[in-house]
């Protein structure tokens, strides 16, 4: 996949998250002030250093963003936490707003718990005025950066349509908005408001309530009438019992364990995903899935350290590991016997990455908590208290942790010995909505029209976020339902497996600045090793999730062709994943720059190449010119397969609905023709075939919901004459012979 193609791909899968730039060409110059107090820098900071926000608007001659105390300018957001200041309390006079100590009141409704924030527009000001409040510093930036980017000129994706004066956020999907109503007595809000409270309470008021000693389950009644759910009500109370005295924590109330129907209302309500998520208010919502109890227990283990009061004293990475100590087991095992395993395969953090104030945007929970975990059990005393009373001076914590590098050597899992089928697959792409992304409902009738076309294999395709090719900071991209989430992917994986689909799990990186990761180079050795630090944690940890969610495939890495000449540092990552995943390993190369340059296909089961070969030189090329360059792709992936001595499988190829779609079939844009489209997939699969050579394909692409224009220029192929040559591909009438994929 070429730069053009990989920017675009971006831009389908990432831009939806944030923008539509909405400033006109040639605009004057405006500044945009945010206005933040002193005693409130950690807003600042978060606003300044906000990936999104620099990114969005670095590019804009058009406007410039001043932030700190006092800041102005042609429109200005005032953040205030509370209580708020006299000053600030002044200018809410008039309007049916009410700043106090422990609440947000709007138009006499009082919110008051700590992921509520509100943002006023001053209606009687001389230029666009703000102010933004909440309970919560970080949840006071999100808004805050909302509000900035809207006066910036820049639409959130997610926000309505229509224009607001006055916003009541409790998660971005949950929230109270509308424009001022002038009354009879003065400003009130809109009778055509946006108000998601009312849904949201009677969602929750409508749940069974399975009361507990020290655990009360609160589920849909559909779900607290099943058996399995009421014995893990029992079964997580008994545990709760047994942290609790761990701690030990006397508890007054029961832990409240809340299931949601789906992880979309999860996402709703919370403003947050996962498997177990802890609430502002100390509920753990989960969404129910056997195989998750570890990950339940892990949660309620940390709300029994808020209870606790113990927060404050625990960073992030020890609270977690403390939770651990506590609830003992970890994606199916012990923790304690994760550590050989993560020790062989030299992904232990350092100390000085786990004593950390904030968690780093590329970290790794799966491999670092256990670690953490260690650390907190190695430490004198029965129960968490008096650990924390025996702590031991960073020195001795940090020759413990590296001690464990000294434990006896794991072994690589048992490889998948089974037989794969011939890999009739589609790049499942996430489409970036709460409502339709891997981790929705939505997902299932989708894949069933997968099935429908014949397809029997799926890619997912999970991101990180690197600013710049040539600078080392990567960033996880899991934090938030827009994205593509850990457990997003991993109910996406479920969910095809349990449709009958292979999963190959495909982690990209996505690179902003009109880059792609072709252009990845360092400029010197420390910050190519910073790099492959943060890269090999990254392809590591989605390793480890491709094995707990039991996919035959997996790709170590797409399209790095300025890095595949660094040959140790590739084995060593393969070492890194074999000992992590048990099923088949590949590289995706990119057709034009790195496939046939990689020096590690001998460490891996097969060659993966994203194939966007051109088929021809001229939008007008004849029919017979096109099979030709068909037939030539073809003979050269057949020769290819026989120099490296392994199986090629086409991790991607594709062509956009648009006029000589053969000619560079990494690009979308230009004028709408489905008939080209389609006439260049029947060309190449007709060259192409089954033959032993090949191990499948994987056509680009199908989202997980209906996104777009039909007529759009794009990759998608349902709907338009191009599918019906990928199900005759799919289905063909003969069966296949010598197709076989084993995973040795």
Known sequence: ???????????????????????????????????????????????????????????????????????????????????????????????????????????????????????????????????VSGFRMDRVAELARQVLLKEAGVRMWGRPNEPFEYIVQGSRWLERSGNWHKAEHGLTVDPEERNDFPERDAYYDGMVTLPGRALELKAPPELAEMPEVRQLAQQLDAATQAMAQRVPVELEAPIRLVVERDHVAQGRHLGRIGEAVLADDGAVHIMYQEQDVDAFRHRI????IRRAGLDDDLRPWF???????????????????????????????????????????????????????????????????QKLANAPAAAKLKQRLTSLARLPKSAAPKRT??????????????????????????VNPRLAQLTDLGANAVSLMPFAYQPSATQPELRFADDRPTSETDIGVLYAARRAHAAGFEVLWKPHIWISSESWPG?????????????????????????????WAGCSLYSIGVELGRTVGREREWNELIASVRLLFSGAVTYSGNWHDDYELVP?????????????????????????????????????????????????????????????????????????????????????????????????????????????????????????????AVRDYFTPPTPASGSRLTSQ
């Open 1 to 131: 996949m070429s730069m053009p193609f990989l920017f675009l791909i971006a831009l389908c899968l990432h831009l939806a998250l944030c923008l539509h730039f909405a400033a006109p060409a040639h605009a004057e110059k405006r500044t945009v002030g945010v206005d933040v107090p002193a005693s409130a820098q950690e807003i600042a900071e978060a606003l300044r250093n906000n990936g999104w926000i620099s990114w969005l608007i670095h590019d804009r001659d058009d406007i410039d963003i001043v932030i700190g105390p006092g800041a102005e300018g042609d429109a200005v957001v005032r953040v205030r936490p509370l209580p708020i200041d006299d000053a600030t309390a002044s200018l809410l006079e008039g309007l049916p707003v009410r700043l106090g100590e422990d609440l947000l009141e709007l138009d006499g409704t009082v919110y008051r718990k700590p992921q509520h924030t509100l943002g006023v527009r001053l209606p009687n000001a001389d230029k666009p005025t703000w102010v």
């Open 301 to 304: 283990a940390e709300a029994l």
């Open 319 to 385: 609270r977690e590991g403390a939770a651990l100590w506590l609830s003992r087991g970890w994606y199916g095992r012990d923790f304690d016997e994760w550590l050989p395993i993560f020790a062989t395969a030299r992904l232990l953090p350092t100390f000085e990455q786990l004593n950390v104030a904030a968690r780093q945007e590329d970290a790794s929970a799966p491999l670092w908590v256990p670690p953490a975990a260690h650390l907190v059990a190695s430490t004198a005393g029965e129960t968490l208290l």
């Open 417 to 442: 010995q089974r037989d794969l089928p011939f890999l009739d697959g589609i790049s499942f792409a996430m489409l970036n909505r709460l409502d339709g992304g891997y981790h929705a409902p939505s």
């Open 519 to 547: 252009d990845i180079e360092m400029s010197d050795e420390a910050s190519w090793s910073a790099w492959w630090d943060s890269y090999r944690r990254y392809i590591a940890h989605h390793a480890f999730l491709a094995e």
């Open 600 to 724: 590690f296909w001998d460490q891996l089961d097969f060659v993966g190449v994203d194939a966007y070969f051109p088929l021809a030189e001229s939008e007008k090329a004849s029919p017979e010119a096109i099979t030709r360059g068909a037939r030539a792709v073809a003979d050269r992936l057949r020769r290819d397969s026989e120099r490296f001595g392994k199986p090629i499988l086409l991790t991607e190829i594709g062509y956009a609905a648009r006029t000589g779609a053969w000619v560079d079939p990494h690009q979308e844009g230009g004028t709408f023709s489905e008939a080209h489209q389609a006439l260049a997939y029947r060309a190449l699969f007709d060259a192409l075939g089954r033959p032993d050579w090949l191990r499948g394909v994987f056509a680009w692409k199908v989202f997980t919901a209906e996104r777009g224009r039909p007529d759009q220029p794009d990759f998608r192929f349902l709907g338009r004459q191009a599918e019906a």
